[in-house]
């Protein structure tokens, strides 16, 4: 990722407009701030939320709250607690999420 011409400046996430993405289940709340090409996000996702689609798009990817599990398109499990990440490429593996109990993450991509 290149990060240019984007000066210092500070975000209050509780000022950020919420957009909502429902999944198959449960509901997936976003706030967003777009930096020139990157993205970055506060993503809560509720009790019992399942992704609707599996995901190509790289991300960073901290979990500040709940458990977020992870499956790739192999198969394998991915369980991120609180203060655990995981970063993944454009194009390389294709994932999707679960949050049992709900999950609030810190997301840039």
């Known amino acids: 990722m290149q990060i240019d011409n984007i000066p210092f400046g500070t975000t209050d996430w509780s000022t950020v407009e919420r957009t909502e993405h429902p999944g198959i289940t449960g509901r997936a709340f976003w706030r967003t701030r777009k930096f020139g090409e ?12 399942t ?12 979990c500040l709250e ?3 599990h992870t499956e790739l398109e192999d ?8 203060g655990m990440s995981y970063q993944v490429a454009d194009k390389a593996e294709a994932h999707r999420s679960t949050a049992p109990q709900g999950a609030k993450l810190f997301i840039v991509d």
């Open 51 to 62: 992704a609707d689609h599996w995901c190509s798009k790289g991300h960073i990817l901290l």
């Open 66 to 68: 709940g458990e977020l």
């Open 75 to 82: 198969g394998s499990q991915h369980v991120l607690l609180p």
């Open 38 to 49: 990157v993205r970055v996000r506060m993503v809560e996702y509720s009790a019992d939320y």
